[in-house]
């Protein structure tokens, strides 16, 4: 009768302890972040998209970096600086201009048409805005100049101020 008891108090214990075999805590994860939305952005990102902005309006240009390296194909920096330029120059249209290290001029001229071609695609109906070769139209800043932009980015600007289209694609400013 014992052996019956121990075997029965055996099994009960090794039912009960079943479960909590099952419940092994989740690994961490490595490698990707979690499916849905991102993190926050840093609340200071706002105030410094609108600076972001300017540079782009006066420097007006693209690099190598902004095509997949040895194509003529543009890279998604390139399809982001593109739209990015749609949008402000919209109004008042302009030209953007490539700088290129590359030394194929076959490459150059087609990567030049394709971003024309990316830009007559993303803003029909808008000024004209092209890309051609040339140097970046900004004339770049000094140290004492740079050391102030530090002021000058931790004034109050939001995105809701800065520069964006509206619906029917004119420009609107706040």
């Given at each position: 009768?014992?052996?019956?008891?121990?075997g029965?108090?055996?099994?009960?214990?090794?039912?009960?302890?079943?479960?909590?075999?099952?419940?092994?805590?989740?690994?961490?994860r490595?490698?990707?972040?979690?499916?849905?939305?991102?993190?926050?952005?840093?609340?200071?990102?706002?105030?410094?998209?609108?600076?972001?902005?300017?540079?782009?309006?006066?420097?007006?240009?693209?690099?190598?970096?902004?095509?997949?390296?040895?194509?003529?194909?543009?890279?998604?920096?390139?399809?982001?600086r593109?739209?990015?330029?749609?949008?402000?120059?919209?109004?008042?249209?302009?030209?953007?201009?490539?700088?290129?290290?590359?030394?194929?001029?076959?490459?150059?001229?087609?990567?030049?048409?394709?971003?024309?071609?990316?830009?007559?695609?993303?803003?029909?109906?808008t000024?004209?805005?092209?890309?051609?070769?040339?140097?970046?139209?900004?004339?770049?800043?000094?140290?004492?100049?740079?050391?102030?932009?530090?002021?000058?980015?931790?004034?109050?600007?939001?995105?809701?101020?800065?520069?964006?289209?509206?619906?029917?694609?004119?420009?609107?400013?706040?």
């Amino acid at each position: 009768m014992v052996r019956r008891r121990n075997g029965f108090s055996t099994a009960v214990i090794a039912a009960c302890l079943c479960p909590l075999a099952a419940c092994v805590p989740d690994k961490p994860r490595l490698n990707s972040p979690p499916v849905g939305y991102s993190e926050p952005q840093h609340p200071m990102s706002e105030y410094f998209a609108y600076h972001n902005d300017q540079g782009m309006i006066h420097d007006l240009s693209l690099a190598d970096i902004h095509f997949v390296p040895h194509t003529t194909e543009l890279s998604a920096t390139g399809q982001a600086r593109l739209e990015r330029y749609a949008e402000l120059l919209a109004t008042r249209g302009g030209t953007i201009h490539y700088d290129p290290t590359e030394k194929n001029e076959k490459i150059v001229k087609a990567r030049i048409d394709a971003a024309n071609e990316f830009l007559k695609q993303t803003s029909p109906g808008t000024k004209t805005i092209t890309v051609a070769l040339g140097i970046a139209g900004g004339r770049g800043m000094g140290s004492k100049e740079a050391s102030l932009g530090k002021e000058v980015a931790k004034q109050p600007e939001t995105r809701q101020r800065a520069y964006r289209l509206n619906v029917e694609g004119k420009s609107t400013s706040n």
